[in-house]
């Protein structure tokens, strides 16, 4: 119930987000917090999508989950998903192969088998958070590359690019939001953006447009290069 198809759920029907998302909340107290405000979302498919897992897999064999009856399940749960079978019992009952991942670009990849579980280079901080110096120090941690030009940039996103396809990644992605165009950047002014990056850097709007285009368009050249698909989610607005 803590995934975001949930909780955005129930943001929108009414529950303060204040209520779910405190800092340092227990799954248990989580649940108990919103378990009983199901009885507002249950026209959604995810709801129906809960109940029909909790009868799969955990013995529930109720119409609804709510106040009366969540702490059963839970602990059903919790003890189902504790046995050292678990994986493979809901892999076989789903009748999956494999499961197709997201992995930030600083994800080691490794504690999982990755022909399973198969990698995807996700790129949206570094199309769109390398004025963060937290997105840059991952970048130069996970590349050995500090990032200074679009040279640079170009040399760690190819040790990123060996690094996930040497694990079996099958695509790269992003989310662009509506006002992103990707056009040919101008390697000029984003070079002198990047010259100038310090700490959080606050760059103008003209600057920050012209670092993505270039990341972007360096992605794009690294995809073809290393022939990945570009999986691109268009029109996302993640600042809401």
Sequence with gaps: LG????????????????????PGLEPRELVGRLAPFLDHLDNTVQVSWLVEMCREFFGFDGDRIGAANWESVYDAALET????DWENTVLEKSALEQVYLTNDFDDPLDGFDTSRYV?????????FHL??????????????????????????????F???????????????????TPEKPDAVAADAALSRIDGDTEWTSDEATAVSRMVFWT??????????????MIGVNRRV
Excluded at 81 to 84: C, D, G, I, Q, Y
Excluded at 131 to 159: H, Y
Excluded at 221 to 232: E, G, R, S, V
Aim: aromatic content about 8%; charged content about 25%; hydrophobic content about 35%.
């Design 3 to 22: 995934y975001h198809y949930y909780t955005e759920l129930a943001h929108s029907a009414g529950l303060p987000r204040e209520q779910i998302e405190e």
């Design 81 to 84: 998903m504790a046995l050292e």
């Design 119 to 127: 990698p995807c280079l996700r790129t949206d901080d570094l199309v």
């Design 131 to 160: 004025d963060r110096q937290t997105t840059r120090e991952r970048f130069e941690k996970s590349t050995g590359v500090a990032l200074s030009d679009s040279m640079s940039l170009r040399t760690g996103l190819a040790v990123l």
């Design 162 to 180: 060996e690094h996930f396809t040497s694990h079996g990644a099958r695509a790269c992605a992003i989310s662009l939001p509506p006002d992103f």
């Design 219 to 232: 992605l794009s050249q690294a995809c073809a290069d290393f022939d990945l698909p570009f999986d691109l």
